[in-house]
């Protein structure tokens, strides 16, 4: 029986809508060991909950229930989904949220009982669902099933002559722009740019750079990033989000 559950919401901690969704669960599985992957995704951001959940289920074990909501469609046609792929059990708004599990995965469609609250699926719905996969029930007896889960993949970088041109896909909370380059698709000695800012060729890591000063190097999972040593990107370069990288 699985009983590791992930959390992944928008939801912040200022208030009380993540113990409300552990108390429903830990209400039907006292035993469940919740592990809390962040609660601090910006609000309605959907692309940012699907970039950090990308890079971060893959590394529990398998048998492990995630649960991720960020939902800004709450309350709306817009499908509760339960998944399993690579031995891993998911719920979540259809949204493009699980965009980054196999195209081997399963899906079903969760029902949403009246009772639950229209602004509240992640208490009503999906706990109750995530504390079932843990419980071992099977994702057939959760749902029905379905083919068409809204997938919407993170850009990817794409050739502009002789350079590869890609995009700040997200920014943490150092500042960090976070691009969407594998760092081993950049030639050695090649120099990063964003938004016409020369930042220099990939270094190892931030101490290669004097404080105050902007760094390109290979992030933790592969790709190019750029940093302030000791202070932050975005704020000095004045980008976020979706701004041009050329490598």
């Given at each position: 029986?699985?009983?590791?559950?992930?959390?992944?919401?928008?939801?912040?901690?200022?208030?009380?809508?993540?113990?409300?969704?552990?108390?429903?669960?830990?209400?039907?599985?006292?035993?469940?060991?919740?592990?809390?992957?962040?609660?601090?995704?910006?609000?309605?951001?959907?692309?940012?909950?699907?970039?950090?959940?990308?890079?971060?289920?893959?590394?529990?074990?398998?048998?492990?229930?995630?649960?991720?909501?960020?939902?800004?469609?709450?309350?709306?046609?817009?499908?509760?989904?339960?998944?399993?792929?690579?031995?891993?059990?998911?719920?979540?708004?259809?949204?493009?949220?699980?965009?980054?599990?196999?195209?081997?995965?399963?899906?079903?469609?969760?029902?949403?009982?009246?009772?639950?609250?229209?602004?509240?699926?992640?208490?009503?719905?999906?706990?109750?669902?995530?504390?079932?996969?843990?419980?071992?029930?099977?994702?057939?007896?959760?749902?029905?099933?379905?083919?068409?889960?809204?997938?919407?993949?993170?850009?990817?970088?794409?050739?502009?002559?002789?350079?590869?041109?890609?995009?700040?896909?997200?920014?943490?909370?150092?500042?960090?722009?976070?691009?969407?380059?594998?760092?081993?698709?950049?030639?050695?000695?090649?120099?990063?740019?964003?938004?016409?800012?020369?930042?220099?060729?990939?270094?190892?890591?931030f101490g290669d750079v004097e404080p105050g000063q902007l760094v390109a190097y290979a992030g933790s999972v592969g790709e190019v990033e750029v940093a302030v040593r000791g202070g932050s990107a975005a704020r000095l370069l004045g980008v976020g989000v979706g701004a041009e990288v050329r490598a």
């Amino acid at each position: 029986m699985a009983s590791l559950i992930t959390l992944l919401t928008d939801f912040g901690a200022a208030d009380s809508y993540v113990a409300e969704v552990k108390g429903v669960i830990l209400t039907a599985l006292p035993e469940a060991t919740l592990v809390d992957i962040t609660h601090q995704v910006p609000p309605g951001d959907v692309r940012a909950g699907q970039y950090l959940f990308a890079r971060t289920w893959r590394r529990f074990p398998a048998g492990t229930v995630h649960l991720v909501v960020v939902d800004p469609g709450v309350g709306t046609p817009r499908r509760a989904l339960a998944a399993e792929a690579m031995g891993h059990l998911f719920v979540a708004p259809d949204n493009g949220l699980l965009s980054s599990l196999p195209e081997t995965a399963e899906f079903v469609s969760l029902p949403v009982t009246p009772s639950a609250a229209p602004t509240f699926h992640a208490r009503d719905v999906f706990a109750p669902a995530a504390a079932r996969l843990a419980m071992g029930v099977s994702l057939d007896d959760l749902g029905d099933p379905v083919t068409d889960a809204r997938r919407t993949p993170l850009p990817e970088p794409r050739m502009d002559g002789v350079a590869l041109l890609g995009e700040v896909i997200y920014v943490d909370r150092f500042g960090t722009l976070v691009s969407n380059i594998p760092a081993d698709d950049v030639d050695p000695g090649v120099r990063i740019v964003v938004e016409g800012n020369d930042v220099g060729a990939l270094k190892r890591t931030f101490g290669d750079v004097e404080p105050g000063q902007l760094v390109a190097y290979a992030g933790s999972v592969g790709e190019v990033e750029v940093a302030v040593r000791g202070g932050s990107a975005a704020r000095l370069l004045g980008v976020g989000v979706g701004a041009e990288v050329r490598a």
